[in-house]
């Protein structure tokens, strides 16, 4: 190594060390020694840190720290606050926090991590809900640390053990940003009508660019998921969310100048005719498809952004289909340079999952209960005896694999 290389590393080595103690100091989690891998943004491509190009194969951590009705077979408690508020009856509430603290520990666990890993996938995306990350007092005195920081901390650090990448994505922003079930919001998006709950966006966002602005595994932030209903009053609304983007890049820019954003179309992530001209030199325009057909014309729109812009894009849900469409899917994607992200990793009693939670007995009691006030509630008793055999068969050596769904994505079983 030359003087200026032997210099350039003294210089580095002290200036990680550095910022391994000031997040001591200031209470964060300790973050990797700044590197030069961060997967970035260059013209349509995102490359690693040695150049190379980084096409993103990603599974959706669903249900995790953001749980939905239909993953439970819930047909009216469908929120996280209403499955929250539905455990609370069923089994009380002392009980039911029990249940949501075991619960997060054995859905997502470092096996499931190795595994991801091993069929081939490169990503992760997880989604979050703010109320795991934030407890909230007035607008100057909200605090961050609540219980789902050490849970994404401990993410992190299992998929940089494992070679794995991290978006982070907020499924459920303060008021909700979409306006139905799986934003936890009241059903419309008050995220872009209340200005507390714009400003808790935004201050979240710095919050967690400040705690993961040197950690590698961290391919990025997922700005908001799926903004702006078609159901909300999009004349309005539309107009308002790169504004609202350009306010948290430029508080996530003010910590951490080194991850791709990640920024979603209107309408389920749909709709880019929202966009102008990106401003941002490190950002990725993010688009979500369900059940359409596998052919270019489905693409088209976003192919056009991405050639007219010079700007990456890729998809960041899609699935929930058949096998065949899925390898259709992929396959097209892969065609034009697109990452893609499927969704969802696990689920219960379904086909259509990397790994698929094996129905315990009972559970229909359970599952009916959380789909219509009439049905009959089974006694404490019984529902916390099903609800504990639920949670021993979502831990990851008592799933299905499904081979056949993993094979349709051009993977592997370990």
């Known amino acids: ?40 943004a260059e013209g349509r491509r995102l490359v690693d840190g040695r150049g190379e190009t980084f096409v993103i194969k990603g599974i959706n951590l669903g249900n995790w720290l953001v749980p939905e009705g239909y993953m439970f077979k819930f047909k009216q408690a469908r929120s996280p606050s209403e499955i929250a508020g539905f455990f609370a009856t069923l089994i009380g509430p002392e009980d039911a926090s029990r249940f949501w603290t075991k619960f997060r520990d054995v859905y997502i666990t470092e096996e499931d991590v190795r595994f991801i890993k091993a069929a081939g996938f490169n990503t992760v995306r ?51 940003q979409t306006g139905v079930n799986h934003d936890d919001g009241p059903g419309f998006p008050l995220t872009f009508y209340v200005p507390q709950n714009r400003q808790r966006t935004i201050a979240l966002w710095q919050k967690l660019a400040a705690r993961y602005q040197a950690e590698t595994a961290v391919l990025g932030y997922d700005l908001l998921n799926e903004p702006i209903s078609p ?5 309005y609304l539309n107009p308002q969310l790169e504004p609202l983007y350009r306010d948290i890049v430029a508080a996530i820019r003010s910590v951490d100048q080194n991850h791709v954003v990640l920024l979603e179309g209107a309408q389920w992530g749909t709709n880019f005719a929202v966009f102008d001209r990106p401003f ?8 979500h498809k369900f059940w359409i057909n596998p ?15 010079n700007i990456p894009v890729f998809i960041g849900e899609t699935g ?4 065949g469409w899925n390898d259709k899917f992929h396959r097209l ?13 696990k689920n219960l009693d379904s086909d259509l999952s990397v ?19 009439s049905a009959p509630l089974p006694t404490r008793e019984e529902a916390q005896a099903i609800v504990n055999a639920y949670l021993e068969a979502a831990k990851f050596k008592n799933v299905r694999v499904n081979a056949d769904y993993i094979n349709s994505l051009g993977l592997v079983v370990p």
Request: charged share 20%; proline share 5%; hydrophobic share 40%.
């Open 295 to 309: 052919t270019r014309d489905g693409l088209q729109s976003y192919l056009d952004f991405s050639n007219r812009w």
């Open 355 to 373: 790994v698929s939670i094996q129905k315990p007995e009972g559970w229909d009691l359970i599952a009916d209960a959380g789909s219509s006030a």
């Open 231 to 235: 159901y909300s009053d999009v004349e």
């Open 126 to 176: 997880v989604p979050l809900n703010w109320r795991l990350l934030t407890e909230p007092g007035d607008e100057a005195a909200d605090r961050y640390e609540a219980a789902g920081w050490p849970l994404l901390d401990r993410l992190v650090q299992w998929c940089r053990d494992s070679g794995l990448r991290v978006i982070v994505d907020l499924h459920a922003a303060p008021g909700g």
């Open 320 to 323: 929930e289909f058949n096998n």
């Open 1 to 40: 190594m030359n003087a200026v290389g032997a210099a350039f590393g003294r210089w580095t080595s002290r200036l990680g060390t550095l910022a391994f103690v000031l997040g001591l100091v200031s209470g964060q989690a300790p973050a990797a020694a700044a590197s030069p891998n961060f997967i970035h």
């Open 333 to 345: 994607q892969e065609r034009f340079g697109l990452g893609w992200c499927f969704w969802p990793y």
């Open 280 to 287: 941002d030199s490190n950002a990725v325009y993010t688009y």
